[in-house]
Each structure stands twice: as structure tokens, then as C-alpha cells.
């Protein structure tokens, strides 16, 4: 049989293909794939590309909590015949196995051969692109898009989906304008398209169109707001526009609505998200009033991870606003350790060792006044702060708490020069601006 991009599967009912080929389509929408993922295995357990899904949608949610299912799935594909499968589908289960593995650069490999052999398969596509993220491989993201495109008709009903992921990885490598036009022709075939919404902000705010991305995001509030797994993250979106066109009350309102709240489910990509604006406010001097501790008792539950080492410096984050030093020092500690005892095979040790322990460490040193420490901590890795994955816009805390640093340090040569590098990228920043009256207001 085949699938809704006529790649031959090996499934045994058409009801389960049609599962199937549902959930891949939810998937490129971000609409939650779990119950009907479910609902396909409990169909047909030895439906291999069933299986093959299932562990990467609990991969991409980088919880260690989540690794258990992949490998059940595993499990599941190691009492399969694997003279029975296409030699896709042979190649698929081997880059889920070395992805489970924690090698996340070589399942992107693998994930690639795939799609120079298959250019159609959408599952390949989606994860390594996912993947792409999670190591901040800006070029790939633009690249890995762009040698399939070609073959795909653009009447396919996945298409649209696939100029969503271009743009994100347009504008990850710079190319902002155009980004923001193909961004713009996704949401048009699908105004449902959650990651198009996602690469149209990314591209406005990196061309400083600040007015135009709050109206963007608030026309299109019905479809982000509602039924995806994104909405935190394009709340923070929205709130960034309103916080640099100085409409604080109202992206207060966005964070408590969309972003965080008491007792919610403590996904680590919803906390990295709430974590980022607090931060941005708490740098600011802002009243975070009870938000800090309500984040922190959030990201208690998956600090202990050391699974992925952007959430461990938005765990950090979360723990120095609130100034709890039980809670940073715990895991300052548990990474040193991980840096020490900790499975050097994995993509995550690298990360943590050159860039998620620095950052955490620069962290916490700023929320104890140790200014000199956190610029000793960030300055060395300013520019390859990348490798441990995330966005432009996501990373750009980390620019602005070295900014910050140096302000409050006094040391005014440095400030300068942070404050005009980020000008020249983005003269029209209403931050910047701010930023550049402060540095040059200090002390020669």
C-alpha cells in the first residue's frame, strides 16, 4: 500500500494507512498526533512506519520522560521481520535507533539519505527538521527543505506545509525578506499552518517589523490560539512584538493566558517558552509579581533531566528569577557531574559542556550581582551559542543578559560595542534604542 505522498508502506489493513496518513497530516498542522497514533498501534502494533512515528513524536518533545515510548516502539520493531520491509522503511528504523540513542547529529544524517533517495517522504522531512532546530543547523534548515521541494507537485495538500518549513530555515540563515514572502504564500494555502504562523513572526521581528507582527499575529489569533501544540510559542511571539512596541499590560495578559499558569502540564517546550519572556522582563527590572515561583515549581518537575541542554538554561532561568539557590545550585551541580560521568556519545554532553553549562552558570551569577562572571561566562561563546539549538529570537536572551552584564558592570568599551552590533542588525528596535541611551549615559 501507500501513503498520502505514494510511498509504499508495509501495513496490513486500509483503515490503518488511513490512521496513519491522519496523523502525518496533524503532524505537519501541530495538531496533537497522540490519540490517533494510539488508536493506529492498537490497530496494528506491527505496523512498522506506525511505530517509526510514534518514536519520533517523543523525541521531538525533548522530554527525557517521553523517551520511554520511543523505545517501547523500539521494542515493538525488534520482533518485526525485517526481510518483510521496504528498504525505507529499514532505513527509518535505524535513524529512530540512533536517535533514541541520543545522537541527534547522526539520526539528522541519516534522516537526510533518506530524503535524497525519497524526496517525498514527509516523515523524514518533518523530524529533520525538528532536528535542524534542536542543533541550531541553520544552513540545513534552509537546505534540507530546498532539495525536495523540486519534487513535489504544488497542488500536493502537503505542500503549503513544506514553504512554512522554507521560510523558517530562510530566515534562520538570513535571508529575512524572503523568508517573510514565502512565509506569507504558506499561510495563504493554509491559514491553519501553525509553523508558517510561527516562521512569518520569526521573519517580521528579525526585520524589526514590530507593529506589523502584533497586528499580524492578533489577525490570525483563531488558528494559533487553538487546537496545536504551539500555542505557547506563538503567544511568546506575540508577546515580543507587544513588548518592543511598549504594550507591557497586554503582553502580560498573553503570557498569563497562553504561556504559563498555575498548575499547568509541564512540557519542557512550553516552559522553555515562558522562561524566555519572564527573562526578558526580569532584565528589565519588570514585577513578575507570583510568575517566577508558579515557572519554578514547573520546572522542578524536569530539571533532573539533563536531556537537552536548552532546557536546562531556561530551567536555570526560571530558578534565578525566583531566586531560589537551592534549585540553581542543584543544578548547576547535576550538570558539572553530567559534564564529568555523563555519556559522552550523546549530542547532549557536547552541548552542555561548550554552551549549557556556561549559560547556566552565567545565569545565576546575574541574579547574584556578579556581573563580571556572567560576561567572563557568555563573551567566549556570543557566537556559537547556536550549537545548542533554538532560534535567532530565542537566543537573543542571552545576548541581551551579556548586554545587561556589561551595563551594570560599568564597563562601558564593551557595552558599546554589544550595543552597536545589535543596531546594526536591527536599527529600529525600540530596545536597542534604549539599550544605546543606557550605555552611553555610563561612566567613561
Given amino acids: 500500500m501507500k501513503d498520502l505522498t505514494n510511498l509504499e508502506v508495509t501495513v496490513h489493513s486500509n483503515s490503518t494507512l488511513s490512521l496513519y496518513n491522519t496523523a502525518i497530516a496533524d503532524l505537519c498542522r501541530f495538531k496533537n498526533p497522540v490519540p490517533t497514533t494510539i488508536e493506529m498501534l492498537e490497530a496494528e502494533p506491527d505496523f512498522v512506519m506506525g511505530q517509526v512515528f510514534n518514536g519520533h513524536i517523543n523525541l521531538w518533545t525533548t522530554d527525557r520522560d517521553d523517551l520511554q515510548w520511543c523505545l517501547e516502539s523500539l521494542k515493538a520493531i525488534a520482533t518485526i521481520d525485517a ?220 530539571s533532573d533531566q539533563q536531556f537537552y541542554a536548552f532546557n536546562d538554561a531556561h530551567a536555570m532561568i526560571a530558578f534565578a528569577a525566583d531566586n531560589d539557590h537551592d534549585a540553581a545550585r542543584t543544578l548547576l551541580s547535576d550538570l558539572k557531574d553530567y559534564a564529568l560521568f555523563g555519556d559522552k556519545t550523546t549530542t547532549n554532553h557536547s552541548m552542555s559542556l561548550q554552551t549549557g553549562l556556561p549559560v547556566c552558570e552565567a545565569i545565576y551569577s546575574f541574579t547574584q550581582g556578579d556581573y563580571h562572571t556572567t560576561i567572563a561566562k557568555l563573551l567566549p561563546i556570543k557566537n556559537t551559542t547556536a550549537q545548542f539549538g533554538g532560534s535567532h529570537a530565542q537566543r537573543d536572551i542571552f545576548d541581551r543578559t551579556l548586554l545587561e552584564a556589561a551595563i551594570r558592570a560599568g564597563r562601558k568599551p564593551l557595552a558599546r560595542a554589544l550595543v552597536n552590533e545589535r543596531l546594526m542588525a536591527r536599527p529600529n528596535s525600540p530596545y536597542n534604542a534604549k539599550k544605546l541611551d543606557q550605555v552611553l549615559s555610563l561612566a567613561s
Avoid at 504564500?185 to 521581528?205: M, Y
Avoid at 506563538?234 to 498548575?263: C, M, P, R, S
Wanted: hydrophobic fraction near 45%.
Fill in 83 to 302: 526481510s518483510g520491509l521496504t528498504p525505507r522503511e529499514r532505513m527509518h528504523v535505524s535513524a529512530l535507533q540512533t536517535w533514541a540513542k541520543g545522537d541527534l547529529v547522526g539520526a539528522s544524517r541519516q534522516l537526510d539519505e533518506i530524503l535524497i533517495e525519497y524526496p517525498m517522504d514527509i516523515m523524514a522531512l518533518l523530524s529533520g527538521h525538528q532536528l535542524d532546530f534542536f542543533l541550531g543547523d541553520a544552513l540545513n534548515l534552509r537546505g534540507r527543505v530546498c532539495r525536495v521541494l523540486p519534487d513535489w507537485d504544488k497542488q500536493h495538500p502537503l505542500y503549503g506545509f513544506l514553504l512554512g518549513m522554507l521560510s523558517f530555515g530562510l530566515e534562520e540563515a538570513g535571508h529575512y525578506e524572503r523568508a517573510e514572502h514565502v512565509a506569507m504564500e504558506a499561510v495563504q494555502i493554509n491559514p491553519q499552518d501553525i509553523w508558517g504562523i510561527h516562521a512569518v513572526a520569526h521573519a517580521l521581528e528579525m526585520q524589526n517589523k514590530y507593529v506589523q507582527g502584533a497586528s499580524f499575529m492578533q489577525a490570525y489569533e483563531k488558528h494559533w490560539q487553538n487546537d496545536n501544540v504551539m500555542v505557547s510559542h506563538n503567544a511568546i511571539h506575540q508577546g515580543l512584538f507587544l513588548l518592543e512596541t511598549g504594550d507591557l499590560g497586554k503582553a502580560v495578559e498573553v503570557y498569563d493566558n497562553f504561556v504559563h499558569w498555575e498548575n499547568i502540564e509541564p512540557i519542557p517546550m512550553a516552559l522553555v517558552d515562558a522562561s524566555s519572556v519572564l527573562w526578558r522582563l526580569y532584565l528589565e527590572d519588570e514585577e513578575l509579581g507570583n510568575r517566577a515561583k508558579t515557572l519554578t515549581d514547573s520546572w522542578k518537575q524536569k
